[in-house]
């Protein structure tokens, strides 16, 4: 079976510093804020500021990222974003994340709340910058 996939958004995330939690026994927890950014694609709109990624990382190689944070679209509409994963440092695999949204179901953005996304993860152009690509699949 053959996956089909359709590019929903790319985000430019900026983040700020990290805020470092550090080694609680079980993984190094470093809370990275998120405050601001662009959205364009099927969607265009802004990244709000306020958000953050609870990053952690363990001595396996390999972290759990989880992201929450809060899109305006051009239009007006706020949408939630959980972006979630297991990513391991050495893989060149490009499927990273499983982004979950919240839209309302009577505005124009609906569609978002079903379906399976998943998400690539870049460094962006400039520093602290993570540019995230949305996709669905079909």
């Not at 609870?54 to 974003?81: F, P, Q, R």
């Amino acid at each position: 079976m053959k996956l089909d996939a359709e590019h929903i958004m790319t985000l430019h995330v900026e983040c700020k510093d990290s805020l470092e939690v550090k080694n609680d026994g079980r993984g190094y927890l470093r809370v990275i804020p998120i405050v601001g950014g662009s959205v364009e694609g099927k969607i265009n709109g802004e990244v709000v500021c306020g958000g953050a990624d609870w990053n952690t990382s363990y001595e396996s190689g390999i972290a759990h990222v989880c992201a929450k944070y809060l899109i305006k679209t051009t239009d007006g509409e706020y949408i939630d974003i959980q972006n979630e994963g297991i990513i391991k440092f050495d893989l060149e695999s490009k499927i990273k994340t499983t982004p979950r949204f919240k839209a309302d179901m009577n505005g124009k953005y609906n569609w978002l709340n079903y379906g399976v996304y998943v998400a690539s993860l870049d460094a962006g152009e400039k520093v602290g910058q993570v540019v995230i690509t949305v996709y669905k699949l079909d």
